[in-house]
T-cell receptor, first 114, second 115 residues
Framework: AQSVTQPDIHITVSEGASLELRCNYS??????LFWYVQSPGQGLQLLLK??????LVQGIKGFEAEFKRSQSSFNLRKPSVHWSDAAEYFC????????????FGRGTSLIVHP | DADVTQTPRNRITKTGKRIMLECSQT?????MYWYRQDPGLGLRLIYY???????NKGEISDGYSVSRQAQAKFSLSLESAIPNQTALYFC??????????????FGPGTRLLVL
C-alpha cells in the first residue's frame, strides 16, 4: 500500500523568498504524484501532477515539483512566494495498476510574512 | 460555474440526529468520493463509487452510509451523528478514461459541527 509523508506541519517564509515543501512517499514502483492547495474556506485545487516522463513538472501559479526516484520524493517549489500563496498544501500518491485512488499527506500550512 | 457542488456548505446538528450531505457534479465523471478532513490528519477516504451500481467502503466508513442516486449525485449520510464526526467533508470526482491517469476534482466542502 502506498503512503505519503509531509514532514513539515508549518512553514513560514517572507514574501518574495523561495519556497520548498517536502513530500516523501512509500511505494514499490513509480507512483502517480500530486500536489493540491487549499486556500482558507476553499476546496482543494490541483497544482500539478506527475504520471510519467519528465521528472520536473510545471504547475499553475508558478509552482513546480521534481520527482526524485532515488529519494522517494516529490518536493514542491516556488522561486518567489506571494502573500496569496498562504494556504494548506497537500501531497498525494496513487498506485498505477491499482484502484488509482490517491492517499493524501497530512498537509503543510504555509504562512507568508510581509 | 462550479463543476462539483456540495450542500449544505455549513451545518450544525445535535448528537443522535440524522443528517445528509449532498454532492452534485456536472463534469460527467463516473467516479465519486467522500473524504473528511480533520486538522493535522489530512484527508481520509470515507466511501467511493466507481459507477452508479458500485459502492465501496474507504478507510473510515464506520458511522457513515452513502447513496449514488445517479451518475451526477452522491450523498453521504450520518445516521446518528456524534461529536467526533465534527469535520470538514469533501466530495470529489474523477474520470478513469485516461488509462489510470486520473485526477480528482474537489467540491468546496461542507463544514459540519455536531453538538
Amino acid at each position: 500500500a502506498q503512503s505519503v509523508t509531509q514532514p513539515d506541519i508549518h512553514i513560514t517564509v517572507s514574501e518574495g523568498a523561495s519556497l520548498e515543501l517536502r513530500c516523501n512517499y512509500s511505494y514499490g514502483a513509480t507512483p502517480y504524484l500530486f500536489w493540491y492547495v487549499q486556500s482558507p474556506g476553499q476546496g482543494l485545487q490541483l497544482l500539478l501532477k506527475y504520471f510519467s516522463g519528465d521528472t520536473l513538472v510545471q504547475g499553475i501559479k508558478g509552482f513546480e515539483a521534481e520527482f526524485k526516484r532515488s529519494q522517494s520524493s516529490f518536493n514542491l517549489r516556488k522561486p518567489s512566494v506571494h502573500w496569496s500563496d498562504a494556504a494548506e498544501y497537500f501531497c498525494a500518491v496513487a498506485s498505477p495498476g491499482g484502484s488509482y485512488i490517491p492517499t493524501f499527506g497530512r498537509g503543510t500550512s504555509l504562512i507568508v510574512h510581509p | 460555474d462550479a463543476d462539483v457542488t456540495q450542500t449544505p456548505r455549513n451545518r450544525i446538528t445535535k448528537t443522535g440526529k440524522r443528517i445528509m450531505l449532498e454532492c452534485s457534479q456536472t463534469k460527467g465523471h463516473d467516479r465519486m468520493y467522500w473524504y473528511r478532513q480533520d486538522p493535522g490528519l489530512g484527508l481520509r477516504l470515507i466511501y467511493y463509487s466507481f459507477d452508479v451500481k458500485d459502492i465501496n467502503k474507504g478507510e473510515i466508513s464506520d458511522g457513515y452510509s452513502v447513496s449514488r442516486q445517479a451518475q451526477a449525485k452522491f450523498s453521504l449520510s450520518l445516521e446518528s451523528a456524534i461529536p467526533n464526526q465534527t469535520a470538514l467533508y469533501f466530495c470529489a470526482t474523477s474520470d478513469l478514461r485516461g488509462g489510470g491517469q486520473e485526477t480528482q476534482y474537489f467540491g468546496p466542502g461542507t463544514r459540519l459541527l455536531v453538538l
